[in-house]
């Protein structure tokens, strides 16, 4: 019985783990397409997807998938290891969930409302990243090639990131990509808002995960 009750436990925690995980991933899409739809420059791998679509065709979306399976797979070559599901999923989930929000969002019609726009995006991808990152479903294709190029090359994932960041917008502003204020304000705050959120996302998870294992202890 307490074996039955165990496993149920843990299909529980299981399930409200890749809950919160998809949850998050849908926060975090609203969020990049509320800053591509602001139309003031979007964020460095935004830059590059949007200047692919500009220059080759197909949706944003879709160049997000590419892009991620092609950054997930050079990850995987240089760690010799099998990407987790969540990563999996990251890729193929995000650029659907972008192409979705895109269809049905439009630019406001002023400068301010643009401004707006852009702003809530970005505290509303940097909660959704806490969020999708907090319940360690698995990093996403960026984040697992940014450290398997840290482990190779030794040098710190700031710099990396740095790196990637600086390589990518590059060249999607070659590729016509939007580069604006908006590109620097949330290569500026990013950082900021993921880590609050990050830190108060992982307080959260944690604390139900520790209530989950007493309710089962009482039980």
């Known amino acids: 019985m307490k074996r039955e009750r165990r ?3 843990n299909k529980n925690v299981s399930n409200f783990r890749w809950g ?6 849908i926060i975090m899409s609203f969020g990049i397409a509320l800053t591509i739809v602001a139309d003031l420059g979007s964020a ?3 830059v590059l997807h949007i200047g692919l679509t500009e220059k080759f065709g197909l ?3 879709t160049w997000t998938i590419i892009m991620g399976f092609v950054v997930l797979s050079s990850a995987s070559i240089l760690t010799k290891e099998f990407p987790k599901l969540g990563a999996f999923l990251n890729m193929m ?3 659907i969930f972008v192409d ?3 269809f049905l969002l439009q630019t406001p019609s002023n400068l301010f409302l643009q401004g707006v726009m852009l702003v809530t995006g970005i505290l509303v991808t940097g909660f959704g990243i806490g969020v999708y990152i907090s319940p360690r479903c698995g990093a996403g294709p960026r984040d697992s090639f940014m450290i398997a190029i840290s482990e190779r090359t030794k040098f710190s994932v700031a710099r990396v990131r740095l790196m990637m960041e600086v390589f990518v917008l590059t060249a999607g502003w070659l590729l016509g990509g939007p580069v604006f204020i908006g590109t620097i304000l949330f290569s500026l705050s990013i950082g900021h808002v993921t880590g609050i959120s990050l830190s108060w996302c992982q307080t959260w998870i944690d604390r139900r995960m520790e209530r989950g294992v007493k309710v089962e202890n009482i039980h």
Do not use: N, R, Y
């Open 100 to 102: 979705i929000f895109l």
């Open 7 to 9: 496993e149920k436990h």
């Open 93 to 95: 989930l995000v650029g």
């Open 59 to 61: 949706t944003v979306g």
């Open 20 to 25: 919160v995980f998809l949850l998050g991933l």
């Open 44 to 46: 460095p791998w935004d």
